[in-house]
């Protein structure tokens, strides 16, 4: 399985960071390929709907020279594309939002004068977020809005993993998040043999 991750935080070594260590491990440990791709390092301009993708339905087509026709390529040769993001203010980071609207009509030639294909349909997507609230009350928001986006993209939503930050004075990571990770990335080896 080859596994994208696109790394929606800003901090290296910050709380999304230490959750996607030990489930990269697990991946690395089960023989799967992965690539990080941190989005704060990467040019990635907002989308500006000016629908020049829409034109060819062979390519991402976008009027932009920037990252995200690297991030475009990857995708299309991974099997499975997991988000990585801190939750910000009830959604993803912004570079995030900003590749999530680029792909969502590069990869989608749904808005031209006739109705095409979407170029990424089948392949799989995870979420892993941190945020400071309860998960159910923090990360829903973006969980349901990603599992909106992969039906509207005919991708296919494989799960979520999000943890609590309790505050900067805690430690965040201990045993247990460190064994959601590992079960998490088990759980996507196992879908992936049965799909
Ligand atoms: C600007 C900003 C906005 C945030 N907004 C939310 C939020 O809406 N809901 C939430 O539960 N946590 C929110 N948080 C908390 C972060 O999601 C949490 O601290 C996360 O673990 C940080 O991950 P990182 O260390 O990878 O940056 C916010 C943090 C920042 C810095």
Redesign the pocket.
Known sequence: MKVYILMG???KS????ALLKPFLEELASHGDEYQVVWLYDKKIAPCVACRVCQADWSQFGCQFDDDAQEIFDKIMACDTLVLAT?????YCTPPMKAILDRLVYGMNKYYGDKIGPALWAGKRVALIT????RPEK?ADLFQTGIERYCKHSHLQFIGALSER?LGYQHT?MDDEKEAHARAFARNMIFLEKEL
């Open positions: 935080s800003p901090r910050g709380n999304t960071a801190p939750i910000y203010s009830w941190t945020c400071g609230y923090g930050h965040f």
